[in-house]
Structures are given as structure tokens and as C-alpha cells.
């Protein structure tokens, strides 16, 4: 076995999420074990040096991590990079432009990863391409592991858990995502908008990878859920489609347990978590808010669709987005004052068998702070943490590229997000 020298590296530090990334690892370092090692990397050692510096100085008594000097575009280097470390967590995106340099090197030299990615398509690219040789190697992949999307594919395997411990049966999960915000407003990061407009422009490619996947379909169990196109009124707001990564993962979870690519050696005799019907919303304050998501969404998907209509997107994030994009970082007073909740409600059977009408439900939360920069860093962290023990102690897949509930759904993940403020409960 190769012997690697740092439990887990931070790659992209440099940037604003890789640096509350690295500046949580800090902050928890009470919480880890005296002999952990780590490493921050990027292409920029001066800029890596004075990130560790500023928070060495804010956490005197934490481990210092590694410097390493690591590029995308350099291939000896990720390969280095990737040998001599355990887990990587990879914040460099555009992922659907840099993400796979850092997945191929991760294959080849037998380093365990995780990324913050929200991108389906880089995702289902990066399983159809590079699973089987993960398997091979023993490697270990794991898209998806920050706000996009733990607490939607973990919550979705909350709830199931919570109806197989009552001998029920699962049949539909419908989420709502509600953002709160403070008196200070939210700014979301340039690079989610970015990714963004990339993925409207590209949607077609996702579909053509779909085509060719040799992933089961999900069997449907009970009455067909219904799924609203548009908008309907709720006691949550105004619900909308959702339409960024979370349903893409769930779906993509529940394909990849379907098809035997979540066997768990601790676990080998555990029945594997039931397959549900899921639809996702957002969930808008007002009716106001309802006509501007409509409008701005509008513009946003015709100009998505050509060349010079995604520079002009790219150019003007705050004009096509109504300042909540932009390329300027969120003060510390919107990081403070911006929390999310996912509400997800359940239907389906008080028994193990699925018959006549549905007779059951009930309703989980997850809540937490401002997702990007505050849930988001303690998120993924927490994955890299349970992927590096889960490793160790058989409760995650030895290898393939696989998504957060697929990997991590016989581990105690839920219960080290609960540590760091991240809350899942029922109602």
C-alpha cells in the first residue's frame, strides 16, 4: 500500500469558498485527532502561505497544514498531490472545465475526493466515465458534498430511515427550499452563477449522457406523485421548480443503489434504503417575488442558450440576476444573517407493503446557516471527514464514483452535521 502523508487536502484555497474551507478546518481542529495531517493546495504558493498565516494567527494552537503548489493545468503536480494525500477536497471550478483533471488523478493515484460541485451534468459524466477504474483502484468519488446537495440527498435518506424504523413504506418526498434574509440582503458567489449559466446552455448534454447510462430505472412505488410545472401556492410560499442539482443527485442516489454500487462491507447484509418518487421546489416569499423569479428567469434561459448571450450573462451577473448574483464576495453581515430551511414532506404506507391508498405521512426539516460560504465549507469537511474513517472501518463503498447518500448512507454523517449547526428533525 502507498503511504500517504496527509489525511486530507484542501485543493483550491485560494478562492473565497477553499478559503472558509480552510478556515473551518482551523476552527475544528480541537475536534480532530493530535497526529491529523493536512495540506492546502493551489497554483499560488504566496497567496496559500498568507491564507495559512491570517488564520494561524486566529487559531494559535491548530495544526499547520502543508503548502503545496498544485495546478490543473499541470499535470505532475495534481499527480502529486493526489499520492501523497487521503481524501481531497476539490473547490476548483467551473468543475465542467476543471473538475475531471482532478478526478483522473484522484483515479489513477488511489486518492479518495470529495467537491462542492452542483454541476449534473460534470457529475453524471464523471460516473459513467471514470466508475468502474474507481472500482478497480479502490478509489472512492464523491460528488455533490456541500449545499449541493447533502441536505436534500441526506434528508431524502432521513426520511426514509425514519418510515423503515416504523415498518413503513416511503412512496413520495416532496422538498421546498426557503432561503431567509436578514436586513442586509444576500449576494450568492460569481462561481455558482458561472456554473449556472454553463448548465442552461448545456442541458441538452445531459440528457444525451442519460441516454446512454446503463443505470435501472427507478421502479415506482404507489399512486404517481404529481409534479407541479409552474407554481402553485402553499403554506411555505410560493413553490416553484427547482431547478438546480439537488433532484439530478437524489435520482442519480437512488439509480446507484438500485444497481448494487452502494455495497457497504460493514454492511453487507443491511437492506439498502427503499427508492421514493421526489420533486423539488423553491419556495418564494410573495407573489412580487414570484412575477421577478419569472422574469429574470425568462431572460436568463433565452440568453443561457447562445455564445454571446452567456458573455453577456457572465459580464452582468448582478443586472440578469436582480443583485443577487455578483461577482463582489457577501459582506460577513449577509453571511451572518442568511440561514436556509429544506422542508421535506413524506408520504406512504404504515406497513412494509405497499397497498391500496396512501395512509401515512410526516414531515422532516433541515436547517442551517448561509449556504454557500457558512454550510457549505462545515458540510464538506464533515463528508471528508466520514469518507476518510469510512474507509478505514468498511462503512463506504471500497471504490466508484458515487453521490452523497449512495456513499455515505450506513455512516453517522447526519450526526457530524448536527455537531457543526446543520440540523435534521422531524416536525
Not at 497544514?65 to 495534481?78: F, G, S, Y
Not at 465542467?96 to 488523478?105: I, P, S, T
Not at 430505472?217 to 442539482?245: E, M, N, Q, S
Request: net charge neutral.
Amino acid at each position: 500500500m502507498m503511504v500517504k502523508e496527509y489525511d486530507i487536502a484542501v485543493f483550491g484555497a485560494t478562492g473565497l469558498t477553499g478559503k472558509h474551507i480552510v478556515e473551518h478546518v482551523f476552527q475544528q481542529m480541537a475536534h480532530l485527532p493530535r497526529n491529523f495531517s493536512w495540506a492546502v493546495a493551489g497554483r499560488n504558493p504566496e497567496a496559500l502561505t498568507e491564507i495559512v498565516e491570517t488564520f494561524a494567527k486566529q487559531y494559535p494552537d491548530a495544526i499547520r497544514p502543508a503548502i503545496i503548489e498544485a495546478n490543473v493545468v499541470k499535470r505532475p503536480t495534481l499527480d502529486a498531490l493526489a499520492k501523497a494525500t487521503k481524501v481531497i477536497i476539490n473547490a476548483v471550478g467551473p468543475f465542467r472545465f476543471l473538475g475531471e483533471y482532478v478526478v483522473r488523478a484522484c483515479v489513477e493515484q488511489g486518492c479518495d475526493y470529495v467537491d462542492v460541485t452542483g454541476e449534473p451534468e460534470f457529475v453524471e459524466r464523471m460516473q459513467r466515465t471514470y466508475h468502474d477504474q474507481a472500482k478497480k483502484n479502490k478509489v472512492t468519488l464523491v460528488h455533490c458534498c456541500g449545499f449541493d446537495s447533502i441536505p436534500a440527498d441526506m434528508g431524502v435518506l432521513f426520511v426514509k430511515r425514519l418510515f423503515t424504523d416504523r415498518g413503513w413504506t416511503p412512496s413520495q418526498i416532496e422538498m421546498a427550499l426557503r432561503v431567509h434574509v436578514g436586513p442586509a440582503g444576500m449576494r450568492a458567489g460569481y462561481a455558482t452563477y458561472e456554473s449556472a449559466v454553463h448548465g442552461f446552455g448545456s442541458s441538452h448534454v445531459l440528457q444525451e449522457i442519460r441516454k446512454v447510462s446503463g443505470l435501472p430505472r427507478l421502479p415506482r412505488i404507489g399512486p404517481k406523485l404529481a409534479i407541479h410545472k409552474y407554481y402553485h401556492k402553499d403554506t411555505l410560499g410560493y413553490l416553484v421548480p427547482f431547478k438546480f442539482a439537488d433532484p439530478a443527485v437524489v435520482r442519480l442516489s437512488q439509480q446507484l443503489m438500485l444497481s448494487g454500487a452502494s455495497v457497504v462491507p460493514a454492511a453487507i447484509d443491511k437492506p439498502m434504503p427503499p427508492t421514493v418518487q421526489f420533486a423539488a421546489y423553491l419556495a418564494l416569499p410573495s407573489f412580487f417575488v414570484l412575477i421577478l423569479y419569472y422574469i429574470y428567469g425568462f431572460v436568463f434561459s433565452f440568453l443561457a442558450t447562445s455564445p454571446w448571450g452567456r458573455n453577456l450573462l457572465l459580464n452582468h451577473p448582478e443586472s440578469f440576476s436582480y443583485g443577487v448574483f455578483s461577482k463582489e464576495h457577501p459582506t460577513p453581515e449577509q453571511l451572518a444573517q442568511t440561514s436556509f430551511e429544506l422542508t421535506l414532506r413524506a408520504r406512504g404506507y404504515d406497513s412494509p407493503v405497499a397497498q391500496g391508498g396512501l395512509n401515512t405521512a410526516l414531515t422532516a426539516v433541515v436547517r442551517g446557516p448561509e449556504p454557500g460560504y457558512v454550510a457549505t465549507p462545515r458540510i464538506v469537511f464533515q463528508s471528508a471527514l466520514t469518507l476518510l474513517r469510512g474507509k478505514q472501518d468498511g462503512t463506504v463503498p471500497t471504490g466508484g464514483v458515487l453521490t452523497p447518500a449512495a456513499a455515505f448512507w450506513d455512516t453517522d454523517l447526519i450526526e457530524r452535521l448536527r455537531s457543526v449547526d446543520i440540523h435534521f428533525d422531524t416536525e
